[in-house]
């Protein structure tokens, strides 16, 4: 049986899918519409140096000329994302603040349930997919992801495993490798994958799940090294690093990044992102950076970012019920 879990929710989905997430061409032609704010607040549920925090952080130093406005990014920990999501649909909807989105959103919402979910942080524009990877320390005695399931099986009850938040599809991943496997290691969340990096590298954790945009300094620095690409086809500045499924475990995971923001923003405001997404991704810099961190262009438009929601959340409904999961711990 075959386990994907792609970030934008749909089972089996490939890269060649993206064709059809591209905004139509006479939208893209469109002048770039002028920007109410001079100042914007990007959120984030996650510690400085995790996935959304670095993506985001690099990308406001090209999208602020395109746009015409000033950038910043706020780390609002606690709650899976709760605290962030709450703090941003509860602003004003008038393209001053965002919230920098990824599965974890949506599985807090629907597992804690809180007064403020994905419902009342409506979809503006996705801006990337992200792939997990697994990593280890670098002096880790695991070369592979094949070696730490055969390590786990050997030695029952002793592996701990690194994800994200509670909510995160990281902790996804991991729920799926451990049921897939049939191993009894224990999965520990994280309120960040920069959290999870650290007790990687302190020896706390067997191995963990991140991306690569977060784990990039380390893998640099010869700190970290990468066992396995939850992905279809191995990257390609990491060629020596096969995927999960290249080793005998079938499972993908890949993950969404955009923005959504408070209800009732205006069509201006929206037409602006939907112009400002696609030009920041072929800015020259931009791009040699999130290539170097494997990240891919997912553009999607208001609509087709909503749609697309609405897919996410059926797949982890299904996940949740199969895994019995009620509630973010």
Same mark, same amino acid.
């Given at each position: ?23 139509? $061409? ?80 949506? @599985? ?23 792939? +997990? ?13 094949? @070696? ?27 729920? +799926? ?8 290691? $224990? ?8 959290? $999870? ?133």
């Amino acid at each position: 049986m075959k386990h994907t879990l792609f970030g934008p929710g749909l089972f089996g989905l490939g890269l060649a899918a993206l064709a059809l997430l591209t905004l139509p $061409a006479e939208a893209q032609a469109q002048a770039q519409v002028p920007y109410p704010k001079k100042t914007v607040t990007l959120v984030t549920h996650s510690t400085p140096g995790s996935g959304t925090d670095v993506y985001l952080r690099q990308m406001i130093k090209y999208l602020g000329p395109i746009m015409g406005t000033n950038f910043v990014v706020e780390n609002i920990k606690g709650g899976s994302g709760a605290r962030a999501v709450a703090k941003v649909a509860t602003s004003p909807a008038d393209g001053s603040i965002f919230y920098g989105a990824t599965d974890t959103y949506l @599985d807090m919402s629907l597992l804690s349930k809180p007064k403020y979910g994905y419902k009342e942080v409506p979809a503006v524009v996705n801006v990337f997919f992200d792939a +997990e990877v697994a990593y280890v320390r670098a002096d880790s005695k695991f070369k592979t992801l094949a @070696d730490v399931i055969a390590d786990a099986k050997a030695h029952p009850g002793t592996q701990k495993w690194g994800s994200g938040t509670p909510g995160s599809l990281d902790r996804e991943a991991l729920e +799926e490798l451990r049921s897939m496997t049939g191993v009894d290691a $224990a999965v520990v969340p994280h309120d960040g994958g920069a959290d $999870a990096i650290i007790n990687v590298l302190n020896g706390t954790l067997d191995f963990a799940l991140g991306q690569v945009p977060a784990l990039r300094g380390q893998l640099d620095a010869g700190k970290l090294r990468m066992i396995a690409t939850l992905t279809e086809q191995p990257f390609p500045d990491f060629p020596n690093v096969t995927t999960a499924r290249q080793q005998g475990i079938d499972l993908v995971a890949v993950k969404f990044r955009g923005l959504v923001g408070p209800k009732g923003l205006p069509d201006n405001v929206l037409k602006a992102w939907e112009a400002a997404i696609p030009k920041v991704l072929e800015n020259a810099e931009f791009k040699k950076w999130y290539e170097k961190g494997e990240l891919m262009p997912a553009f999607m438009t208001h609509d087709q970012y909503a749609n697309y929601i609405d897919q996410v959340v059926k797949r982890q409904q299904a996940f949740f019920t199969k895994f019995n999961i009620t509630e973010v711990e």
